[in-house]
């Protein structure tokens, strides 16, 4: 018999604000890929803004919205394929702004970029799918899979066109809100496709050593909000002291 799902809504809108707060940092950075100096430099750029995007705006709000999730069952996750779904989103979006970052825009390459950025992402939403240890098991509609993978493919173009072709403050802080709502959209639909089994209560190897929830979705959006801030204030930092070296 299917098992129903209820949802935290707190958790639910931690998970959009990390969201956007991610997305808008990963804005930020974004602008410094282009004007990078040396390969380093723009590696480094990358790195930064692929973080922000890949862990905070996407990993960081996957993983607290999962944890939102209830279906009425004790549920641990796998560290090791957990870790490797932060990776996957990490490398992502760092590959998707590398392929479009050298400062010449064209829509074929936004398209591939984005379509490489989108599948990851997607990707690594069902890995944090498969590391869920728990007495039930999982089918999927896979039309609605697919739908998901649409989202994340559409989504992930739309935040690499905003991250290059957007200046201002506000328009990037409107983007950022629309960009949350785009990684939330396809989250929560691939949750959508998703539906729980009681396998009468037979548990998974490794169930006892898995991570567990408490209040884990709280401590990961302290843990990403602090260091997302933190970039945030060095990246303006960093720009106010170059700019005092050209007065």
């Not at 919205?65 to 209830?70: G, H, K, Q, V």
């Not at 998901?148 to 290059?164: D, E, G, N, Q």
């Amino acid at each position: 018999m299917p098992m129903p799902m209820t949802y935290n809504w707190l958790l639910v809108l931690l998970s959009y604000a990390v969201a956007v707060l991610g997305s808008f940092t990963a804005l930020q950075l974004a602008v410094a890929i282009p004007l990078a100096r040396n390969p380093r430099q723009k590696t480094a750029a990358v790195a930064m803004a692929g973080g922000a995007m890949g862990l905070g705006a996407i990993w960081a709000m996957h993983f607290i919205a999962m944890l939102a999730c209830d279906s009425g069952m004790d549920v641990t996750y796998d560290p090791a394929i957990t870790a490797l779904s932060a990776v996957v989103a990490f490398a992502a979006c760092s590959g998707g702004l590398l392929l479009v970052g050298d400062g010449q825009f064209s829509w074929l390459k936004l398209a591939g970029a984005g379509t490489c950025m989108g599948v990851g992402v997607a990707s690594m939403h069902y890995l944090g799918m498969a590391a869920m240890m728990m007495p039930a098991t999982i089918s999927y509609d896979y039309g609605v899979v697919f739908l998901s993978f649409v989202i994340a493919v559409a989504a992930s173009m739309a935040a690499l066109w905003l991250a290059f072709n957007l200046r201002g403050p506000l328009q990037m802080i409107g983007s950022a809100l629309v960009m949350g709502v785009a990684v939330c959209g396809m989250h929560y639909t691939g949750m959508a496709a998703a539906t729980f089994q009681d396998n009468g209560a037979q548990l998974p190897d490794g169930y006892a050593d898995g991570l567990r929830v408490g209040n884990l979705g709280v401590t990961i959006f302290v843990i990403a909000a602090t260091l997302l801030g933190l970039t945030l204030v060095l990246h303006y930092w960093r720009q106010r002291y170059r700019s005092s070296l050209t007065i």
